[in-house]
């Protein structure tokens, strides 16, 4: 106790000095530019000459005759990635650490990360085909099976499945990565233990595994939070089609086609802040939440 | 080695199997677009190409290396990628340690977590961002790429989360053998961490390797553009409503779809190699052994 | 009124932050800038305003000035010799003959362009000549940030820029604000953007089809083309019209020709009989044609999947022999059908014009053909600099020019896209078409430019047995889609959108909303929902705003007589 006394504080500012002088620097003084929000904002008057309109940009994106089925399709598109993105990476992190063999293993997990190496653009195009309903490849597996071609792409239905399941797919082996290595963090000392008490792999999952990987899996849910109402603008951007707006248009390609017509920063702005703010409270909440149930506070 | 009883076996194999089936479901496009590369372009623009080249030729690979665009941007890229990780390593490692201390030994330790979360969740958009940049004079320089992001606030909570897991004795120790907090950042907070870093190693890499959007608002100056940015004007097909008549004559747009395919996979493949080469110290059991010994 | 003032006081804390930090770090960074040097804004207004009695429209700058602009490019531009955008035949021109030396303060990419210039345009700070879209260009005129050129063009064109310049009047006026002029037009060949019907004729005749003279033709050929198996393979892969998903505006693979059989006009502005503006997508006429293309898509003569395919995925389907008739543009030959005829020895395609379904004429409708304007900053100490630019540009177009490699170069890259200032005559490529079959009709190409012979050389060689230059063949040669242009010009039927202004308030507002329902619900009829939703389309579109918006269009269309 004596000595941790003598350890001043200061050298700990110290080191955070440079990250805080370049984040006042190149976010803070951005941040300001929220105020955009509230202005009928036009490049050429510029960010101190606009005219300021109060809360008329959300006004208007709220009075949008289908904002509330664009903002449901967003929640309910970002939900179901999160959950997706959260159980299927933490699935094959287990999976994979039950493989004893180095070379296979390695070789899983780089392959399970190059999707997400390639854009929608390109995916997108290798999408109507794997899933067209006449002559797609996931059609004709379903086929043996006796069912009917599924229209992945255009079926209102389904679209919004399809796009979480491509999703997983796309992000999954990159997700692993951070499951993995939060087990290698875990005592091996705890394994030989429960060993030791008879346990077999699936028990030592469960009560050495599992409670290891917990806090990073608490972390990661609770950023994840942060996301929900990120349905993933280029995804969607290159998969929909008229076809599916009603069950597949969000707020950032709503936004987008906004911004074709003319640039609207004002609503844009308007619309990414009330998009920080839900993100801002759930975190909160979440945080809160994590320390109180899981004994874990993350920040 | 124990025997393994029956119902680890039957999960072994079908762990195999599960394993090998999804990684073939994952490498398939991969597959695709690196045999469009290897195929002539009628074959590929006519959506024959499966996966294996059809009219095998390496011409796209000749056209993608000519081109001066391609090669510059890979050595702008490379650039950035190198300053970009030092920039976001060193800040990382000097933000995340404060970070993991209690408020005991840090008194503002709170304030200054939320000070950096915020930022992963408001920003003020394009063009005040752009203004900043801009007023420091940092456009066209491979400053504006590297400097914005500087502080990768999720890399940041990882590697805090990371410190925290590692036992206070250690540490303690040290400081009873008189060292301050630089030294046990450095000599033992670091070293025990290389899963972590590792991790945001290949975090960082990506992402700067990846990002396309800032070269192309940032640079006033194609020769200035990464990789990606670059490659992004190529993929993107332009809206032909944008494009005047004399403009619409000179686009042979399908006939370069294996040129694109080839340039898609080689600006790819470098990062694709990061991977395996930092799996070493994903190794189990690294941290602790370490510790003991 | 509290909050409002609070909010601007905390703007002003924000610049002084700015500035503040600004200062501090540019002093600690010291990284080489300077790249685009600024013109000086405090003198500039001043002393462009004392005029020079006599004027030599194409005087050469002695010293040379320096000039700082920025544009876009595209990735269709060649480079050749280690050229690039900032240096090459032009920007040397532009120095040696008129003594201007050009300074891009930035180029970026087309698909960029919109989100680059508003940045730049809201952090201030506008080079001498800029390449503005339609909304910018009334952002800057109504903040009057733009050099009015009304007087410097009349002083400052030379005839041949003037000619050239006013051939379409409507066009050269939609830059004008206010009676002045604020910008040089891009003008460009209108009649190109018509929709052509294109056809598969090898497949037409090997069914012992007649070519198509009306609807009720395309409709049996579309249906031939799906259910007779036209490529003989024995399977029913075929079907009969393409479309993309966005076929209501696309060009290549539209809707806009076959609607026009059917005197209907979507996403077009046109004249009622009262000559007042309506929606063309809201007009009854639009009823029959989308009955017929559910009638279409319900017998299999549209792709099923059409609804998620865009134009390289359609274009698959030409090149890889499933499909055989579509609306296009002038140059689908080459960008769209050249691979399916280099893949298939036998495939022939041609041009026809639009047919209708009943006794009166289809007439293409096209767009205003500008796509960026030219225009100089008010702080500009050379505004007449553009004219100068342009005269330079228009030279090439005189009838006695001498071909100084300005349009192509040797190696038959197009080195015309550099200039940074450039317009074209209003039949342009109609021309080239003209005199390239005049030429093959006298074997006498000595009258044709670079250009034009370029497009002649192809040509022979197609009819020489190379087919890789069909394209050129089918697009200026003959039979050829200006053919059918060309037709559609002499017969003087075609027409354009109607309304071609800057968006106006209520479309900014409801636009994109409106659009949305639109392609919603007229993708759904014509994927089987009942024809009747349309009349229910057309009541919500005046209710959400549409009313309004047609009400502001024709106010538009009143001022612009």
């Known amino acids: 106790m004596q000595l941790k006394k003598k350890l001043q504080e200061w050298p700990l500012h110290l080191m955070l000095l440079p990250g805080i002088l370049l984040t006042l620097l190149f976010s803070y003084v951005p941040i300001m530019g929220i105020v955009i929000a509230f202005q009928k904002f036009s490049p050429a008057k510029g960010i101190f000459h606009s005219k300021w309109i109060g809360l008329d940009n959300f006004r208007y994106m709220l009075e949008l005759p289908n904002f509330t089925s664009i903002l449901w399709n967003t929640i309910f598109i970002a939900v179901l990635k999160i959950i997706a993105g959260m159980i299927v990476p933490i699935v094959f992190a287990l999976l994979l650490n039950e493989i004893a063999g180095a070379f296979f293993k390695r070789t899983i997990q780089t392959i399970i990360y190059f999707p997400y190496f390639l854009s929608w653009v390109i995916l997108g195009g290798i999408l109507i085909d794997i899933l067209s309903p006449s002559g797609g490849i996931v059609n004709q597996m379903l ?4 069912i009917e071609p599924i229209f992945f792409l255009g079926n209102e239905k389904w679209f919004p499945y399809t796009l979480v399941l ?74 929909y089609s008229p076809m599916v707006y009603s069950t597949g248009d969000i707020l950032d390609t709503f936004v987008y086609r906004i911004g074709l017509l003319d640039a609207q920063y004002g609503v844009a702005t308007a619309v990414g802040l009330f998009k920080s703010v839900i993100s801002f409270v759930l975190i909160v909440i979440s945080n809160k939440l994590a320390g109180r149930y899981a004994g874990y506070r993350i920040f | 080695m124990h025997k393994l009883t029956l119902s680890r076996k039957s999960f072994l194999i079908f762990n195999y199997i599960l394993l090998g089936l999804t990684a073939f479901v994952c490498i398939l496009p991969l597959i695709n677009v690196l045999a469009i590369s290897f195929s002539s372009s009628t074959a590929a623009a006519a959506g024959f190409v499966k996966l294996l080249p059809v009219d095998f030729t390496l011409s796209s690979y000749k056209y993608a290396l000519q081109k001066h665009e391609f090669v510059d941007g890979f050595f702008v890229s490379l650039k950035r990628v190198g300053l970009g990780y030092a920039i976001n390593m060193l ?180 990062v694709l190699l990061v991977y395996p080469f930092l799996q070493k110290y994903f190794m189990k059991g690294l941290v602790m052994g370490s510790v003991k010994g | 009124m509290n909050n409002k003032n609070k909010v601007k006081s905390t703007a002003i804390g924000v610049m002084a932050a700015m500035m503040m930090l600004s200062a501090c770090s540019s002093g600690g960074s010291n990284n080489e800038n300077n790249a685009t040097d600024k013109p000086d804004n405090n003198t500039a ?204 505006t696309d060009g290549q693979f539209g809707g806009s020709g076959f609607f026009s059989g059917y005197h209907a006009a979507p996403e077009k502005w046109v004249k009622d009989a009262s000559g007042q503006l309506a929606y063309g997508s809201i007009q009854p006429e639009m009823k029959a044609a989308l009955q017929q293309l559910q009638d279409m898509y319900k017998q299999g003569l549209l792709d ?72 100089v900053s008010k702080d500009s100490k050379h505004p007449e600099a553009i004219i100068k630019l342009l005269n ?48 093959l009709e006298s074997k006498d190409p000595s009258k044709l430019s670079t250009e034009e012979k370029g497009y002649y050389d192809k040509i022979v060689d197609f009819r020489g047995g190379n087919r890789e230059n069909w394209g050129t063949e089918r697009v200026f040669g003959s039979p ?35 659009q949305k329902m639109e392609e919603e619900v007229i993708t759904k009829i014509i994927m089987g929902q009942s024809i009747d939703t349309f009349d229910k389309f057309v009541e919500d579109w005046k209710k959400l705003g549409g009313d309004q918006i047609t009400k502001e269009a024709n106010e538009w269309a009143a001022k612009n007589k």
């Open chain 2, 91 to 270: 800040l990382s490692i000097l933000v995340a340690y404060p970070l993991s201390k209690e408020k005991k030994a840090l008194s503002l330790r709170n304030f200054y977590a939320w000070f950096f979360i915020i930022t992963m969740l408001f920003s003020g958009g394009l063009i005040p961002t752009y203004m900043t940049i801009k007023s420091v004079h940092m456009l066209d320089t491979i400053w504006a790429l590297v400097l914005p992001g500087a502080v990768p606030v999720f890399n940041v909570i990882l590697l805090m989360n990371f410190f925290r897991g590692l036992p206070k004795e250690i540490e303690e120790a040290a400081y009873i053998d008189g060292a301050g907090y630089w030294r046990v950042l450095w000599k033992i907070y670091v070293p025990l961490s290389m899963p972590a870093i590792a991790t945001i190693t290949l975090f960082t890499i990506v992402t700067h390797w990846n990002s396309w959007f800032d070269g192309l608002i940032y640079m006033n100056q194609p020769i200035h553009y990464p990789l990606q940015s670059y490659l992004q004007t190529i993929i993107i097909t332009t809206d032909p409503s944008l494009m005047s008549s004399n403009e619409l004559l000179n686009t042979g747009d399908v006939s370069d779809r294996t040129y694109k395919a080839a340039q898609v996979f080689l600006a790819a493949f470098p």
């Open chain 1, 143 to 146: 086929g043996i099976f006796g």
């Open chain 3, 392 to 439: 330079f540009s228009m030279e090439g177009f005189e009838e006695d020019a001498v071909d100084n490699g300005f349009g192509y170069s040797k190696n038959n890259i197009p080195v015309y896209l550099y200039s940074l200032i450039s317009a074209e005559p209003a039949k342009k490529n109609l021309n080239a078409h003209l005199n390239a079959i005049a030429a």
């Open chain 3, 304 to 375: 099923k999947e059409f609804g998620v395919k865009d134009r390289a995925k359609v274009t698959e389907s030409i090149v890889s022999g499933k499909l055989g008739m579509f609306y296009g543009t002038m140059s689908a030959p080459l960008s769209v059908i050249q691979e399916n005829v280099n893949s298939d020895p036998n495939a022939e395609w041609k041009s026809f014009p639009l047919v209708s379904f009943d006794d009166q004429k289809a007439t293409p409708i096209g767009k205003m053909p500008i796509q960026r304007y030219f225009a």
């Open chain 3, 45 to 248: 207004t001043a002393a462009t305003n004392s005029t020079e009695p006599a004027v030599d429209p194409m005087a050469k700058y002695d010293p040379p000035i320096d000039i700082t602009a920025w544009r876009y490019t595209e990735s269709t531009y060649q480079y050749e010799n280690g050229d690039t955008i900032e240096n090459n035949i032009y920007t040397k021109a532009y120095e040696s003959d008129l003594g201007i030396k050009l300074k891009y303060q930035w180029t970026v990419p087309i698909e960029q362009f919109d989100q680059k210039l508003n940045v730049s345009i809201a952090s201030g700070d506008l080079p001498d000549i800029m390449w503005l879209k339609n909304k910018q260009l009334t952002d800057l005129a109504e903040n009057d940030m733009l050099y009015d050129l009304t007087d410097l063009f009349e002083k400052y064109a030379s005839p041949i820029t003037k000619k050239i310049m006013l051939q379409d009047e409507a066009s050269f006026n939609t830059a004008k604000i206010g009676g002045k002029l604020m910008a040089i037009p891009s003008t460009a060949s209108a009649v190109d953007g018509l929709p052509i019907l294109y056809l598969r004729t090898d497949w037409l005749n090997k069914l012992n089809l007649p070519e198509p003279k009306t609807m009720d033709d395309v409709i049996k050929i579309a249906e031939a083309f799906t259910k007779n198996d036209p490529d003989g393979n024995g399977k029913p892969d075929t079907f009969g019209l393409g479309l993309t998903k966005t076929f209501m």
């Open chain 3, 480 to 514: 050829s889609s200006f053919d059918v242009i060309n037709q559609y010009v002499n017969d003087n039927n075609y027409t354009f959108d109607a309304f071609y202004g800057a968006l106006t308030p209520t479309m900014v507002e409801k636009l994109s909303s409106l």
């Open chain 1, 166 to 239: 491509t999703d997983t797919w796309k992000h999954f082996g990159y997700g692993t990565i951070v499951y993995l290595a939060a087990l290698t963090a875990i005592d091996q000392s705890l394994y030989e233990a429960a060993t030791m008490d008879g346990a077999n792999r699936w028990k030592q999952t469960l009560h050495v595994t599992l409670p290891g990987m917990m806090p990073i899996v608490v972390l990661m849910g609770v950023l994840s939070l942060g996301n929900v109402l990120n349905a993933g603008f280029e995804q969607v951007f290159n998969l």
